[in-house]
């Protein structure tokens, strides 16, 4: 009798063990599914870019060239070590020998309401030529790790972070009052669910190497009476987000500005990379994804913010394949005045129209600075100009001057077809390296000698 009852009693228990263990394999096995479909997504997906890239390489043809946007024709180093990405990113290293494939560029059409300029004389420029692939960048600085690395994307090289970590370029000081500060982001297809922004920011600070938590997550660069601005992407798929933006800006450890916005990807459908353009006049800070304007703050910053330097923050992933790949920086002297410059002083120079690597091609975030000068021709209909193309030493001479004249008229035909400037007014040359401005030992001082200048004639 005893042991029947005790039957009657542990039926019970036995059965909603059963149960428990039951749903708990049942949402083990609904993860498994989820996951398995989540790779085979990832799979197809990488399929399909294959077979399009394939088809769009047939239909168009690729450019091969040296050149990085204004970049001379010039032999860069070779460098022969490989290196694996995971199946979940379509940035998969590759050697600089091998024919890299870049994205399609977006029409110049498509920026029509593209108004940012970049600065006229270049600060600082940073292409990661001058490291090994591999190694983390000499003249930077950081709380944590990166690596320089190509992609099979572009033929540039990307400074490579995965883990939650803070760098900035240590000769970068003292940016003026105005000044515009460019650079191309690019991540993995699909983060994790849980993982962070990459950051920029400007900031008063002389020295973040001595304290590297100012800059880290959770506002901590308000501290110990520092300002400025942080701009920050965060990728779709990430978080359970579908991709945002934030903007913060302080002040003596005041908050100024702190906002987010969930309408403006880094990453969207077929596209995993994206050029970010910020613009400081002062006291207001414009900030661009591609020819979006994402943010417009007059009152970003008090009168006589003082600022010294810039740094980039990963905030890192619990996921190791997860990537930021940061490129291409440009920081420049920004408010260039083309009506004066050209009406009055009879000479423009820009480094603000930029080309595809070693071809004439004109990149679509020129827009603006191209708007610049045809508004000026607009204005004053007599004036006409000389656009006279320029390149730095790199390479052989012949074929930086002769890619100086295509490029010449590239300006000379996008001027006419696209903004209605009589092609009649406008003539072109080609300098090659012969005329440099700046020294050609430094990437900066190279980045000045690519140029574009228009002549009063």
Do not use: C
């Not at 501290?223 to 798929?237: C, K, Q, R």
């Amino acid at each position: 009798m005893r042991k029947f009852i005790f039957l009657l009693t542990a039926i019970p228990l036995i059965l909603i063990s059963l149960q428990s263990q039951g749903q708990i394999f049942k949402k083990l096995g609904d993860k498994v599914k989820r996951q398995v479909d989540d790779r085979i997504d990832r799979k197809v997906d990488n399929a399909i870019d294959k077979t399009l890239d394939k088809a769009e390489d047939a239909t168009k043809g690729t450019k091969n060239g040296n050149n990085n946007d204004q970049e001379d024709n010039g032999d860069k180093k070779k460098d022969k070590k490989k290196k694996s990405i995971p199946d979940n990113t379509i940035n998969e290293d590759v050697s600089e020998n091998d024919n890299n494939k870049s994205e399609s560029p977006q029409s110049l059409a498509t920026y029509s309401k593209f108004d940012f300029v970049s600065g006229d004389k270049l600060i600082a420029s940073e292409d990661f030529l001058q490291d090994a692939i591999g190694d983390f960048p000499a003249k930077w600085n950081t709380n944590g790790s990166g690596e320089i690395v190509t992609t099979n994307k572009s033929k540039d090289r990307f400074l490579m972070t995965k883990k939650e970590v803070v760098l900035y370029p240590e000769w970068v000081k003292n940016l003026p009052d105005n000044f515009t500060l460019e650079f191309d982001l690019m991540s993995t297809d699909i983060f994790s669910f849980y993982s962070g922004h990459f950051l920029v920011g400007a900031t008063t600070s002389k020295s973040i190497g001595k304290d590297f938590s100012q800059f880290g997550r959770f506002d901590k660069g308000k501290a110990d009476g520092l300002s400025g601005f942080e701009f920050g992407v965060h990728p779709e798929n990430a978080g359970g987000k579908q991709g945002m933006t934030s903007f913060l800006s302080t002040s003596n450890n005041q908050t100024i500005i702190k906002n987010e916005n969930d309408q403006n990807k880094l990453v969207v459908p077929g596209k995993t990379s994206v050029h970010v353009s910020i613009w400081r006049q002062r006291n207001r800070v414009r900030v661009y994804l591609d020819d979006k304007k994402i943010w417009d703050i007059p009152k970003a910053l008090p009168d006589n913010t003082a600022m010294n330097t810039i740094y980039f923050r990963n905030d890192g992933s619990n996921n190791e394949n997860d990537a930021f790949y940061m490129g291409n920086l440009r920081i420049a002297v920004g408010d260039p005045d083309t009506r004066n410059k050209l009406v009055t002083e009879g000479k423009f120079v820009t480094h603000g129209i930029l080309f595809n690597s070693g071809s004439d091609v004109i990149k679509p975030t020129s827009y603006g600075a191209l708007k610049d000068i045809a508004n000026v021709l607009n204005e004053n209909s007599s004036l006409n100009v000389k656009i006279v193309g320029h390149t730095d030493s790199d390479g052989d001479d012949k074929a930086n001057l002769e890619l100086s004249k295509r490029r010449a008229n590239a300006v000379k035909n996008t001027l006419s077809k696209e903004f209605g400037i009589s092609i009649d007014r406008l003539d072109t040359e080609g300098k090659g390296e012969s005329e440099p401005i700046d020294s050609n030992a430094t990437p900066a001082g190279k980045a000045n000698n690519r140029r574009v200048e228009f002549i009063k004639i």
